[in-house]
């Protein structure tokens, strides 16, 4: 029974980081070669085509013709009982309260720091989570996961929660130029920076009609909050750190509030690719997986 159950949750999480690296690779692919496709041209709908058209080439090309490496996670042995129930339960309701505490803190204000703003009752649910996560970790339950990336998520959008207007000059300036590409297709002069974020949130936002504003707004306090509690812990987990150890020590770095990733701007999703492509770096190494550090690396110098 045990080793059926293991042989689930490996699949499962072998599908899971198999869907983030292919989905990561992509993003960098259409951030690297939509920027060139704007500094060369232009990122009107025939750019954007053209940006589309590259990237996917070049990502069915990886796809097909290099092995995807796979990780044997052993799920050690998980059993119900009232206690994790009950962890569970008041984690998503502690989740609640802390998206109403971070809903009642928001303000027009000029701020020092977001957390001036915050409920100390923010911080104490905060702790009780890491305590609650902590203890179904220690009782092997392989669903912690999921909870570390919301737990982390919670603390990389309190600055989305507590600025109504966002946050800081930048961003104004940046979704400001990218409106007017999107309407253009160009803006002068052309930089030779910037151009990984433009590319990837206007094709977004063609692709999928979605606002620029909110497009930026979420991109990188999104992709940090999925992908570092993810890659930290597979990275971990192949050095051969117990399940256990591995999550516990994901959780604690997923509970630090890095300001790097609270908001987008360039600068923030350049290095949130260069940490990506670091933590890729020490994996096992893999022609799929070389391959995703070096676009990620071209797509942060674009950037």
Excluded at 285 to 297: D, R
Aim: contains cysteine; aromatic residues 20%.
């Amino acid at each position: 029974m045990d080793l059926r159950i293991n042989s689930v949750y490996n699949n499962y999480m072998n599908k899971y980081y198999k869907i983030l690296d292919k989905l990561l690779l992509l993003l960098s692919l259409v951030a690297f070669f939509g920027g060139l496709v704007y500094r060369s041209y232009s990122l009107n709908y025939i750019g954007v085509f053209l940006s589309l058209l590259l990237s996917i080439a070049v990502f069915l090309i990886i796809q097909n013709k290099l092995k995807y490496f796979k990780v044997n996670f052993k799920f050690p042995k998980n059993t119900f009982s009232i206690f994790k129930l009950f962890a569970f339960v008041l984690l998503i309701i502690n989740f609640f309260l802390i998206i109403v505490l971070l809903y009642k803190s928001a303000t027009t204000s000029s701020l020092v720091s977001p957390w001036e703003q915050v409920s100390s009752k923010f911080f104490i649910i905060l702790f009780i989570n890491f305590l609650l996560l902590s203890f179904l970790i220690l009782k092997n339950c392989g669903a912690s996961l999921v909870f570390v990336s919301l737990q982390a998520l919670l603390i990389n959008f309190v600055v989305i929660f507590v600025y109504k207007i966002s946050y800081g000059f930048d961003f104004f300036i940046h979704e400001a130029t990218m409106e007017n590409i999107s309407k253009f297709g160009v803006i002068e002069p052309k930089p030779l920076y910037y151009l990984g974020q433009y590319a990837l949130i206007i094709i977004l936002h063609k692709l999928f009609f979605l606002p620029i504003h909110y497009i930026q707004l979420l991109l990188v306090p999104l992709l940090a909050s999925i992908y570092i509690p993810a890659y930290v812990f597979r990275l971990l987990f192949e050095h051969k750190y117990h399940f256990q150890v591995s999550l516990i020590t994901t959780l604690f770095f997923s509970s630090l509030p890095f300001s790097l990733f609270y908001f987008t701007t360039p600068q923030n999703l350049a290095f949130l690719f260069l940490l990506l492509a670091t933590l890729l770096y020490f994996r096992k190494k893999s022609l799929f997986n070389t391959s995703l550090i070096f676009f990620l690396a071209f797509s942060a110098i674009i950037t």
